[in-house]
Nanobody, 118 residues
């Protein structure tokens, strides 16, 4: 089993920045892909950014490309999401996820709320 704990969410005005963190523990050696997802009430969960563990390339959704940066610190098993130039439409619950080599996500964190006001 893998446990994921997110932190760093909060409220910010449009144009501001936040950094989310996700601490992974347990059988972390089984993780091949990690990512950040978000969800607003009444809508499905969408992937924001993801990358392979130990890799140096990442995928970003079009809505966040150029504003968000995903990064990992392997020695501490921590995943980050640096969010800049935040917009009200970025308001959502953000989830950290971990999964297999094909980024099939098996493990999810409890989520951290990000609220951006105009």
């Amino acid at each position: 089993q893998v446990q994921l704990v997110e932190s760093g969410g909060g409220s910010v005005q449009a144009g501001g920045s936040l950094r989310l963190s996700c601490a992974a523990s347990g059988r972390t050696a089984s993780i091949a892909c990690m990512g950040w997802w978000r969800q607003v009430p009444g809508k499905g969960r969408e992937v924001v950014a993801q990358m392979y563990v130990g890799g140096d390339t990442a995928y970003y959704s079009d809505s966040v490309k150029g504003r968000f940066t995903i990064a990992q610190d392997n020695p501490t098993n921590t995943l980050y999401l640096q969010m800049t130039n935040l917009k009200p439409e970025d308001t959502a619950m953000y989830y950290c996820a971990a999964g297999t080599i094909k980024c099939v996500y098996t493990y999810w964190g409890q989520g951290t709320q990000v609220t951006v006001s105009s």
